[in-house]
């Protein structure tokens, strides 16, 4: 069984940073695509970014292209989350996620099987 547990998140300010982490388990080969999603108050699921811990595919929402970095420990067991430049509409509760491929990923979480508890965010302005 896969487990995933996030950690890292708080609350800063405008223009702020932090680094969310996603402590995974094990390695199998349904649980090699890790993604990050959020989910606001009062609004659905969004997807963030997802990584290929095979190595080759990394894909980000447009919304935190530039902002967002996703990457992983070299022994493949910690995928990580850095933002910077928070804004107070990243103000979230954050999971992480896992499914087998990451190819053709368009920001969709239905078919991730493996989710962790979220970690929450709060940006204020």
């Known amino acids: 069984q896969v487990q995933l547990v996030e950690s890292g998140g708080g609350s800063v300010q405008t223009g702020g940073s932090l680094r969310l982490s996603c402590a995974i388990s094990t390695y199998t080969s349904t649980s090699n695509c890790v993604g990050w999603f959020r989910q606001a108050l009062g609004k659905e699921r969004e997807g963030v970014a997802v990584?290929?811990?095979?190595?080759?595919?990394?894909l980000y929402a447009d919304s935190v292209k530039g902002r967002f970095t996703i990457s992983q420990e070299s022994d493949r067991s910690t995928v990580y989350l850095q933002m910077n430049s928070l804004k107070p509409e990243d103000t979230a509760m954050y999971y992480c996620?896992?499914?087998?491929?990451?190819?053709?990923?368009?920001?969709?979480?239905?078919?991730?099987?493996?989710w962790g508890q979220g970690t929450q965010v709060t940006v204020s302005s």
């Open positions: 996620a896992a499914r087998t491929f990451c190819a053709h990923w368009r920001g969709e979480s239905h078919d991730f099987g493996y």
């Open positions: 990584l290929s811990r095979s190595g080759g595919t990394i």
